[in-house]
């Protein structure tokens, strides 16, 4: 059964509009609490979310739906996706719900959901959700008497400052580092700042005042241009970028530099390898990330594994392997040692730790190796499934047939909106930008 809502990371789409809608916050509430209502006890969910405009309509309505299944409900307002996903755990929760549309713009939103072990659900458990969505919500119905409860946890942010600052090591501060964090007017705004701070570093933030619109607005990870200022002009060591939810980073050394998820996963693997804190003999990435990071963590004697885009399936294959590193270049990086989702704040930390440890500048410790050539361009199309047409079935082949051994090429439909990626990389960077420029002449032509 193919599932008509949920999509790579969620359901996500743009907000009061089809299938963002409260109506169907209200049906996911009312759904996922009858997959989770399991046994006799009182059952709860907790319920975090970004700072969007969209998310008070979103969270009310899935309260209503957890409400009507009798289902008592934990409102811990803007939290990283991380904090929610450790919260759920701490708590005891039997579901977490964090609501937002991570790195993109205020117009989306979206809805994740946790197990009660703080993992995302996996694909069936999903399809369970939809079929009931759409199959008797009303047997569902508590009865007046076990109508459940709604509540706000006023100190869940300073749990999770705790928790992030555990993950730093004991014998380790900040003192006399400066840092430039941008929190792109997210979910982290709070927290990110307090978490450095508190562990002796001077702070210079930016993205922390949010309005409801200007959320990942030319800020944050996906657009570090005005990090990489600051970082210039006050001098910093180090620039942190996160995005919307926080459950992604990129840094930026003090050179201005972008270091982006797979230098991360590199100094990490490298440093933990070399304490004996790795675990599963290597790494798990996914299909973006580049050629490079695989020959780097090969050179270590180690394996690098490949997943399915989206820090859902990374996770999948790390608990299958044993691995406890895995990540992909936009920047989800998961260290299932503290985490079990990506989180950017945990992440940044442990560059840091490196940092100090190696005695090093970031422009020396967080470049670990040279980029192979890579290109990805997106190409939007309105219906229909543009990679079954003959013409691009031809162009694709002919262009695995022009790499050959010396590249790689990638081609897939996003989970989260109608766009067709087309990546290829290669030692020949002519020959990469060629073929990426053959095969989206032909999307765009099948496309229009």
Known sequence: MTRAYFGTDGIRGTANSPPMTAEMALKVGMAAGREFRRGDHRHRVLIGKDTRLSGYMIEQALTAGFL???????????????????????????????????????????????GPDGYKLSDEVERRIEYYMNNGLNEALAAPAKLGRAKRIDDAQARYIEFAKRTFPRHMQLDGLRIVVDCAHGA?????????????????????????????????????????????????????????????????DERGRVIDGDQVMALVTQRWHEAGLLKGGGIVATVMSNLGLERFVEGLGLRLERAAVGDRYVMERMRDGGHNIGGEQSGH????????????????????????????????????????????????????????????????????????????????????????????????????????????????????
């Open 68 to 114: 009507s299944v009798g289902m008592d409900v934990l409102l811990v307002g803007p939290m990283p996706t991380p904090g929610v996903a450790m919260l759920t755990r701490s708590m005891r929760a039997d579901l977490g719900v964090m609501i937002s549309a991570s790195h993109n713009a205020y117009q989306d939103n979206g809805i994740k959901l946790f």
């Open 188 to 252: 982290a705004y709070k927290v990110a700042p307090l978490v450095l701070w508190e562990l002796g570093a001077e702070v210079v933030s930016l993205g922390v005042d949010p309005n409801g619109f200007n959320i990942n607005a030319e800020c944050g990870s996906t657009s570090p241009a005005a990090l990489i200022e600051k970082v210039r002009e006050v001098r910093a060591d180090l620039g942190i970028a996160l995005d919307g939810d926080a459950d992604r980073v990129v840094l930026v």
């Open 333 to 448: 990086i998961v260290l299932s040692d503290f985490s079990t989702t990506g989180d950017g704040l945990i992440a940044a930390l442990q560059v840091l730790a490196a940092i100090i440890d190696y005695g090093k500048p970031a422009s020396l410790v967080c470049h670990l190796f040279d980029t192979v050539p890579q290109l990805l361009r997106n190409v939007r199309f309105k219906s229909g499934s543009p990679l079954l047409q003959g013409d691009v079935q031809a162009a694709i082949k002919s262009a695995e047939e022009k790499l050959g051994q010396n590249g790689r090429l990638l081609i897939r439909k996003s989970g989260t909106e109608p766009v067709i990626r087309v990546m290829a990389e290669g030692d020949d960077e002519t020959l990469v930008r060629a073929v990426v420029g053959d095969i989206v002449q032909v999307l765009e032509r099948v496309s229009a």
